[in-house]
């Protein structure tokens, strides 16, 4: 897919563009790929998803680098949210366990929006997925299974900041990500993981007493069981839908 960049335009500002239907390019960054797509201010999808292979060794220059190749794919819209996998601070990352040491400290929402002269929010992909998934009723957890493990909690639709849920130990001090992640479904293959996942998920619900469990990243496809009560395997696409939540939140 090719298409002609995006001509400059004013500088880029923190608050949304002054129009009735803003355009979001919503990215979702990833340990194997890139991904984005056009959503209109209601959340619906006004283009195909594009991606790209992330970089063997993803330095931020590295991503970046790809990140133009979805700008050019993807070229016509007003702002950009962007899902990164690590904590993230006023725009800045600062870690990326599944990328490269190079993101501690990196300002990549400020890069971003020099670079495409549009504003731009970041945030922690696990909270990006939530936000594209739940309901807004109660305490709701969503865990993402990819590369890593990714979680984010709300209550009544309102983000619990900081849950890294993947970085706590767990069994014999090892993390959840050890397990969960894709490092642990190699390790352990199929069937000792899914026993893992289904032990992980009995304990966040005492942890956290969730009403609602969504379970999501590319690695849902390798559940073999049937999900229980208030449990739902969500689409891959919640990861990039819920991006425009992050213009309705920090208005």
């Known amino acids: 897919m090719t298409a002609q960049p995006a001509k400059p335009s004013k500088a880029p500002r923190s ?4 129009t009735s239907n803003p355009i979001t390019m919503c990215i979702d960054i990833g340990g194997s790929g890139l991904k984005a797509m056009l959503v209109d201010s209601k959340g619906h999808p006004v283009s195909e998803r594009a991606r790209v292979v ?3 060794i ?4 590295a991503v970046l680098k790809g990140l133009e190749e979805l700008h050019t794919a993807l070229p016509n819209f007003d702002r950009v949210s962007v899902g990164f996998p690590g904590v993230i601070k006023k725009g800045v990352t600062y870690t990326a366990a599944n990328l490269h ?5 990196f300002p990549l929402e400020k890069e971003l929006a ?8 970041l ?3 696990a909270a990006v997925q939530g936000y594209g998934c739940i309901k807004g009723d109660g305490v709701e957890l ?8 990714g979680s984010s909690l709300f209550t009544d639709g309102r983000l619990c900041p900081g849950l890294e849920l993947g970085h706590h130990p767990w069994l014999k001090d090892r993390e959840y990500e050890d397990y969960l992640g894709r490092r642990g479904l190699d390790k352990y293959g199929k069937k000792r993981w899914n026993k893992l996942l289904q032990l992980a998920i009995e304990q966040t ?9 969504y379970l999501g990243g590319g690695n849902t496809k390798k559940i073999d069981f049937k999900p229980g009560k208030n449990i739902e395997i969500v689409s891959n696409e919640t990861g990039l839908l819920g991006g425009v939540a992050l213009w309705r939140e920090w208005d």
Do not use: C
């Open 15 to 18: 608050t949304s563009p002054k």
């Open 54 to 56: 992330t970089p063997a």
């Open 58 to 61: 993803p330095t931020p220059k």
């Open 101 to 105: 040491p190079l993101w501690y400290g």
């Open 114 to 121: 020099t670079r495409w002269k549009k504003p731009v929010r």
């Open 123 to 125: 945030a922690n992909d």
């Open 142 to 149: 969503a865990i993402t299974l990819g590369t890593g493990m």
């Open 205 to 213: 619900a005492k942890l956290f007493n969730w009403d609602h469990l």
